[in-house]
Every structure is written in C-alpha cells, then in structure tokens.
C-alpha cells in the first residue's frame, strides 16, 4: 500500500518539476489535435488516435509506450505494412472513371509534385542529408502511407516529425490551400465553368487500368511497386465486378481498422524526447513549403495550358493534384461554388485528385530509385 | 461565453501554475541540474528490447532520437539535388505521358469496339 503511493507521490511530484515540462507540452500537443479532430472535423480518424497516443506515451512511467512501440515496430518500422495495407483500402474506395473520360488531367497530378522536389533543394540547403532531405519532401506527396514509406525506406532520422507533418497538413488543407489559389489566380479565372462531359467508359477499360499503371510503375520504379501495386490491387478488386464483398470490407472495414491502429502507432514516435526539438519545427515549415509549392505548380500549369487550349481550364483544378483525397478536390469544388453557384468543379477536381494520388507514389518512387543509387 | 472565458481563465492560471511551480523546482534541483527525487525522463518508455527485436530489415536509425544538427546553408548541396528535381519532375511527366496514351488508346480502341457491335447489333 506504502509503495502504490509512493508510485503516485512520485507520478505528482514529477509532473511539477521542470524535468517534465516537455511531456505537459506534449499533452497540450496531443489536445490540440484531439481538439482540432473533434472541434473542426480535420482528419479526425487519424489526428483523434495521433493526440490521445501522444498524451499516453508522454505519461512518466508510461506502460502503454512499450505496446505503442511494438505495434510500431511491427506495422511500420518491419515493412511498412500499416500504409500498404491501409493503401489497399484507398484503392478500393478510388474511382478513377473521372480520370479515365479525361486522362488529361493527369498533368495536373504530375505538376504538383514540384513541392516535393523544391522542398528537397530546400532542405538540402538548410543542411539536412540528402537521405533526411528527401524522407522530409516527401511530405509534399500530401500522402501519409506514401511518406512514411519513402522516411522508412530512406532510413530517416525524423520519421516521427515527418508523419505528424504529413498527416497534420493532409487535414489542413482546407485552410492552406485556399489563400495560396487566390494569390495564384484572379476572380475571372476562378469563374471559369467547365461542362463535364461524361463519357462512357468500359468495364475492361477499369480493369486493365490498375494492370497497366502497376507494371508501368513497377518497371520505372521498382521499389515504390509495394506502394501502386497495394493501391491498384485495392482498386481491382473494385472493379473487377465479382469481389464485392471484399471491395466492401476492404474501403469499410479494413480501412477503418488499419487507419485506428496507424494513428495511435505514429504516436509512439511522440515522446517528447524526440518531438520538442528544433528540427521538428524546421520539417514542419518545410511541409508546408512543400505545400504551398505543390499547389502552386497544379494551378500554374493549368494557366499555362490555358494559353494553348480553346476550351478554357479552371486553373483552381490544379491545386487538386496534390493527392489529399477527397479533401483537396472538395476544397477546389468549394471555392468555385464561392465564386459562383452555378460552377461545379468536383468531377474535374475529382480526376486531378485521383491522378494526384497515382502522381504521388510515382514521385515516391522515384526520389527512392534516384536518392538510394546516390547514397 | 462567460463560461468559455472563465474556463480558459481557469486553464491559463493552471498552466502559469505548473510552470511557476517548474521554475521554482529547477532552481531547488542540485548544482548539477539532477535532482535525485525526480524520475529520469528517458524512463517513460520501458525497455522495449524483446524476441521481436530488430524485426525491421533495416539498420534501425529510427531510434526515437532525433540527431543534434545545427542548421547552415549549404550552397553546393544545389549541384547534388537540382539535377535530383529535373530527373524527377521529368520522370513524372514521362510516366504520366504514357500512362496517358494507354488510356487514350484504350478509349478509343473500346469505342471502335462498341460501335462495331452496336452496328451489328442494329443489322
């Protein structure tokens, strides 16, 4: 009885010593994201577990940290199993028919990964390895799965900063995106209206596309085939007509299960040892760099295209390119509804939105392929 | 309202309470900065060490410990990653460029397809 209070005397008296100040600010962290999660509806299936698992591992004595650790151990540092699986899933709830009636806007996509290549240069120059500089851009792919994969990958120093970057920012992007395409675009071309034209588009047609683009990838980029080759499985197994059943359980259920555990294990990675560094500043500035560029770059190329082409592109469907999906494409619909009510952007935002997510496994994969032969 | 503003208050003087006590804590700790009443923080993480140990495949750099780096510009990193972000931005374009024509491809070469058995269909 004497030592179980001796345990919550010591408990006490820790948190009112200078010592733990950290793990107090990593509460206050972790109630800032419940808070957002909750309050703002940002991301809450991951940003909810991410607040409460960084309050849990940043108790003294905590004995939830060990567990945290092994699922971390387990579901990301081993093969990255987490993001894959969790990439089956989006697979599985990703129609591409948008994308397919208009393949076009799969430039889109590929221009806003310029963030990710900038933000490289960039964090490169402040003094990070080219190993840290890449595993930090990635943040850019506004992917979650695909930045822990290519951080693990790359054997980074700062997988715990990266993550909470890159699913920090994926729920923010309804507020950074906006002000960055007003800057980028005037009134008039952001009430450009676009007629959607919906073209038939086969059963074989969706079913040899997830072939295609994974032995294309695969080819180009091996090592990111983990990453496309889960995410085109999922997208198979919707497609192909006769897996309901699975396709079902794959964007409900297992989805669902892996995102609660992937939030709760990036987590383990918040004690406040690691996180309250200067660094952790440093990457999170450099995300939104990343970020900022991304969306700069979809929108510049659509106005860009807009010099040649007859039939005139809203340039806010750019910034779609960055894979955040749905969010991105929902925030581009949005606005061009602000604009003007009768202008609805989603079918077109949806395609660059989709493209961006298939964009942004091909940068993934290859700053691997280019960085790993460099290092 | 009142409420909210009472419960922040409330917070704000909870948190100037904890700090002040911090401080009062630090500057009672041995000249060494040790006080030897309070628990290491380094031990709120219980040895993780165990049969799955090193299960990653990789050479474990993520340790939880963040390296001490002191921030400086390195100019001639440019020469090593501008050619990094002209091969990558290029690739893109390049995969996307063909992912692009198979689609197109397949579009039409569907379409001719359908029509082809429409028209039968109509005869």
């Not at chain 1, 980029?221 to 059943?245: D, K, Q, W, Y």
Request: glycine residues 8%.
């Amino acid at each position: 009885m004497n030592m179980n209070f001796g345990i919550l005397a010591d408990g006490i008296k820790a948190l009112f010593t200078a010592e733990y100040a950290p793990m107090m600010i990593m509460w206050i962290i972790g109630g800032t994201l419940i808070f957002l999660a909750i309050k703002f509806e940002m991301e809450p299936t991951l940003l909810l577990p991410m607040g409460f698992g960084a309050i849990l591992v940043n108790l003294p004595f905590s004995g939830a940290a060990s567990t945290i650790q092994h699922l971390f151990s387990i579901g990301i540092e081993g093969h990255e199993l987490f993001p894959l699986i969790l990439f089956i899933g989006i697979g599985a709830m990703i129609d591409f028919e948008p994308l397919l009636t208009n393949p076009k806007l799969m430039l889109f996509g590929a221009a806003a990964q310029f963030g990710i290549f900038f933000t490289l240069c960039l964090s490169a120059l402040v003094g990070f390895n080219l190993n840290d500089a890449a595993s930090i851009a990635i943040i850019g792919a506004a992917d979650g799965p695909t930045s822990i994969f290519v951080a693990q990958q790359l054997n980074s120093n700062y997988l715990s900063a990266i993550m909470v970057a890159a699913y920090s920012y994926m729920a923010l992007v309804p507020l950074v995106q906006p002000p960055i395409i007003k800057l980028c675009t005037t009134k008039k071309e952001r009430q450009i209206k676009m007629t959607y034209k919906g073209k038939k588009v086969t059963k074989l047609t969706k079913i040899l596309f997830p072939i295609i683009v994974t032995i294309i990838v695969g080819l180009v980029a091996p090592t990111a085939l983990a990453l496309i080759g889960f995410l085109m499985f999922g997208n198979l197994i919707r497609e192909c007509g006769v897996l309901n059943s699975l396709s079902e359980t794959a964007q409900k259920v297992l989805a669902n299960l892996v995102t609660i555990f992937l939030g709760i294990t990036i987590a383990s990675q918040m004690t406040a040892s690691a996180f309250l560094k200067v660094e952790t500043l440093v990457i999170i500035g450099l995300g939104l760099v990343a970020f900022i560029f991304d969306t700069f770059a979809g929108v510049m190329l659509a106005k860009f295209m807009n010099l040649f082409s007859k039939e005139k592109i809203n340039p806010m469907i750019g910034a779609a390119g960055i894979s955040a999906f749905p969010m991105s494409a929902r925030v581009v619909h949005k606005m061009g509804l602000k604009e003007d009510s009768s202008n609805f952007l989603l079918m077109h935002s949806i395609g660059v939105n989709v493209s961006g997510q298939i964009a942004s496994v091909i940068a993934g994969g290859l700053l691997l392929t280019i960085v790993q032969s460099m290092i | 309202m009142k409420k909210k503003i009472t419960l922040i208050l409330v917070l704000a003087l909870c948190l100037v309470m904890i700090f002040a006590v911090n401080v009062f804590a630090t500057a009672t700790t041995s000249p060494s900065g040790q006080d030897t009443n309070t628990p290491n923080v380094e031990n709120n993480i219980p040895n993780t060490e165990g049969p799955e140990e090193n299960n990653s495949g990789n050479d474990g750099n993520n340790d939880g410990e963040m390296p001490q780096m002191s921030f400086q510009i390195r100019g001639e990193s440019l020469g090593e990653t501008v050619p990094i972000m002209c091969t990558g931005m290029l690739g893109i374009f390049i995969v996307t460029g063909i992912i692009i024509a198979i689609v197109l491809i397949l579009n039409t070469t569907m379409t001719v397809i359908d029509n082809k058995k429409q028209n039968k269909e109509n005869k």
